[in-house]
């Protein structure tokens, strides 16, 4: 973990084939990354760097790879409706922040409601 820390983001100049963060990333981080960050998600990197510990860094921003100077922050996504609060963790890295922001709730059924036609009322006894 340490030596990913220590890692560059981006390969020297020199020598392209060294070891690098967006070396490591899946092909669809890696090309955000060579078409270069929004001003957005950029901001949202610096906001990071700069934060305290134990700070939540509230952001909208579900199109940022996760990097790996993001370890150990907590991060409130935003679902559509509110903040999910996600501590990143190392297995975390080069995936995007909406994959841990659930935007949809699971359905739970209740009984039938009005206008229900008798047999949709029927309640098994077993």
């Known amino acids: 973990m340490e030596k990913l820390l220590a890692m560059p983001?981006?390969?020297v100049d020199d020598d392209p084939d060294s070891e690098s963060v967006v070396g490591l990333l899946s092909a669809r981080a890696r090309r955000s990354f060579d078409r270069g960050l929004p001003?957005?998600?950029?901001?949202?990197r610096q906001r990071v760097r700069r934060a305290k510990e134990g700070q939540v860094i509230r952001t909208h921003r579900r199109d940022m790879v996760i990097l790996p100077e993001f370890?150990?922050?907590?991060?409130?996504?935003?679902?559509g409706q509110g903040?999910?609060?996600v501590e990143i963790k190392?297995?975390?890295i080069g995936h995007f922040l909406g994959e841990f922001g659930i935007t949809r709730n699971s359905v739970t059924h209740s009984g039938p409601g009005v206008g229900a036609t008798k047999s949709s009322k029927h309640v098994p006894l077993k």
Request: hydrophobic letters at 35%; proline letters at 8%; charged letters at 20%.
């Open 71 to 79: 370890v150990g922050k907590i991060i409130g996504i935003h679902n």
């Open 39 to 44: 001003q957005e998600n950029e901001h949202l």
């Open 90 to 92: 190392p297995e975390m």
């Open 83 to 85: 903040f999910n609060e």
């Open 9 to 11: 983001l981006y390969p």
